[in-house]
């Protein structure tokens, strides 16, 4: 077996031998394009630190998705930018949100695309956290009914996934209870089952509009530190009724999602977040690395370490490329 008998560089040698041991492959199933919608008509603001991704109205969005479907990738997720703001974070689960309006237009002029919302209150509350502040902190049981509304509501307007990623504790089985309860039975359901409270999510939140007003979110999301708990976690969230389970952010927890992967047989999605895109973009704008090249290895690093799907801000730029 030792050398001069086995020579690895054999397999190496040419790039058809290269594609015939390859053990990885990227493909544009493999992504869902998240996209950020506005009020207006004719809007369509770059956001500034993620080139290439807008914030758009829904006209826009129409258009952004029905591009996205041309391009052969199978979902979106959307994120809603409501006209206003308050405590309770109402704009989430009006029957007439903005997120709302998005999903019947979508519905109505664009066929073949799976629709996922995100639910969760941060976008929506005034003082940009992701549930009911009681005394100070997000009060958990509380939140937990304005975000089984918001699943609904979206389920209502014709979402066809929904995915909580407000990191409330049971908010999984809570959802998936009103859900049936509503008729909804059928709505499938992808958890960002394990959330770290990470300094990648920067550029969301600014083209969500959505940073927290006072603190930050380590009272509900994971401690950076933590490995095993994403074990507990996963289970929690599958025991509850999750369809597919996630990991946010991808790229510094890439031995997370390997440890799900191999712990779980569920489908499993890893969110490459606005952070880690904004890096790469920032490197490539000052020709310190070749952005297309760092673009598709690290979603091919995603896919290597065990997800089956990747929501990416390059959802575009690569499918042009596959
Ligand atoms: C909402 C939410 C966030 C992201 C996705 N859903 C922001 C946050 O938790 O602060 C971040 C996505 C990204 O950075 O690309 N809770």
Redesign the pocket.
């Known amino acids: 077996m030792y050398f001069p008998i086995y020579r690895p560089r054999r397999l190496r040698a040419d790039a058809n031998i290269r594609r015939m041991v390859r053990e990885t492959t990227l493909s544009v199933d493999d992504f869902i394009a998240?996209l950020f919608v506005c009020p207006g008509e004719g809007v369509r603001r770059e956001i500034s630190t993620m080139p290439g991704n807008y914030q758009l109205s829904v006209d826009e969005l129409v258009k952004e998705a029905e591009e996205l479907k041309g391009l052969g990738v199978p979902a979106i997720i959307l994120?809603g930018i409501p006209e206003e703001k308050d405590e309770l974070g109402t704009g989430a689960y009006d029957d007439h949100g903005i997120i709302q309006k998005a999903i019947r237009a979508l519905k109505a002029e664009v066929q073949d695309l799976i629709v996922i919302t995100?639910v969760?209150l941060?976008?929506y509350t005034s003082h940009g956290h992701?549930g009911v502040i009681v005394d100070g902190r997000v009060d958990n049981d509380k939140t937990l009914e304005l975000l089984a509304k918001e699943a609904v509501s979206h389920a209502l307007a014709g979402a066809d996934m929904v995915a909580p990623?407000?990191m409330m504790d049971g908010r999984v089985g809570f959802i998936r209870n009103a859900l049936n309860n509503a008729g909804f039975e059928q709505i499938t359901l992808m958890s960002y089952a394990v959330?770290y409270a990470s300094a990648?999510?920067g550029?969301?939140?600014e083209a969500?509009e959505?940073p927290p007003q006072f603190g930050d979110?380590k009272g509900y999301?994971m401690d950076p530190a933590n490995a095993r708990e994403a074990l507990r976690e996963a289970a929690l969230d599958i025991e509850e009724g999750a369809d597919i389970i996630m990991v946010k952010p991808a790229l510094s927890y890439l031995d997370i999602i390997h440890s799900l992967r191999n712990e779980f047989d569920h489908p499993l999605a890893a969110?490459n977040?606005?952070?880690e895109f904004a890096m790469i973009k920032a490197a490539a704008a000052k020709g310190w690395i070749d952005g297309e090249q760092a673009m598709l290895e690290s979603l091919l690093s995603i896919k290597r370490a065990g997800a089956d799907m990747i929501l990416t801000y390059f959802a575009k730029e690569a499918a042009r490329i596959l």
């Open positions: 998240p994120f995100d969760c941060c976008e992701c990623s407000d959330k990648f999510y550029p969301f939140r969500a959505s979110r999301q969110y977040v606005s952070g």
